[in-house]
């Protein structure tokens, strides 16, 4: 079985440019989250959706936006590109919502973005 | 704000010694996770404990969940080489997310 997958595996932006970052997950789960990883530190929470509709934000500007399709895919998009937003950027996928009793989340290998 | 602090941040060890890492929080979880995650890789999750006291076992590797859901810890006994890697927890609270610390770099030198 196909694990997360998460496209492109590493980009180079430029300041003010957009990013769309795109996610499959596991056959037959629900929810995609959304995470940011700056390097040595944690991931922090972005958003999470669960059949098509947002369920959760994360403490981050509007510049972050995402989306579900109806095939459970899910996009991130960043506009204004800072510096600050290099990072590596983590799908999650889970049946249901994390949070309920013994939910697991299965992350993908992410996607490595440097804004220059 | 719901917090987790983990300690040590980094860890070298020679291979054979033991070595364990705390979670801490002020806030309580419905559960908490342990990931290992690999250069170039997402975490991948090793262990979800749920009940206060809980204690879990995966080869070498020991979980503990503290009686009031607050804090965690994992022991290594024996450390490997192929241990080698960032060691994060994550709490699990009732609001859709998980809530990571900062995680444990550890080295475990042959």
């Known amino acids: 079985d196909a694990g997360v997958t998460q496209s492109p595996t590493h980009l180079i932006k430029t300041r003010g440019q957009h990013v769309t970052l795109r996610c499959s997950p596991i056959?037959?789960?629900?929810?995609v989250s959304w995470y940011q990883q700056v390097l040595g530190q944690g991931p922090q929470f972005i958003f999470q959706y669960y059949e098509k509709e947002e369920r959760g934000r994360g403490n981050f500007p509007d510049r972050f936006s995402a989306r579900q399709f109806p095939n459970y895919s899910s996009e991130l998009n960043v506009n204004a590109l800072l510096l600050g937003d290099s990072a590596l950027y983590l799908c999650?996928?889970?049946?249901?919502?994390?949070?309920?009793?013994?939910?697991?989340?299965?992350f993908g290998q992410g996607t490595r973005l440097t804004v220059v | 704000t719901q917090l987790l602090e983990q300690s040590p941040q980094f860890l070298s060890i020679q291979e054979g010694e033991n070595l364990t890492v705390y979670c801490n929080s002020s806030?309580?979880?419905?559960?908490l996770q342990w990931y290992r995650q690999e250069p170039g890789e997402g975490p991948v999750l090793l262990v979800t404990v749920v009940t206060g006291g809980e204690v879990k076992k995966l080869k070498r590797l020991t979980f503990q969940f503290g009686d009031a859901r607050k804090d965690s810890s994992l022991h290594i006994t024996a450390a490997q080489p192929g241990d080698t890697g960032l060691y994060l927890c994550?709490?699990?609270?009732?609001?859709?997310?998980?809530?990571f610390g900062q995680g444990t770099t550890l080295q475990v030198k042959p």
């Open positions: 994550a709490g699990v609270p009732n609001t859709g997310k998980l809530i």
């Open positions: 056959s037959g789960h629900k929810s």
């Open positions: 999650a996928s889970s049946l249901v919502i994390v949070g309920r009793v013994r939910t697991e989340a299965f």
């Open positions: 806030s309580v979880f419905s559960s």
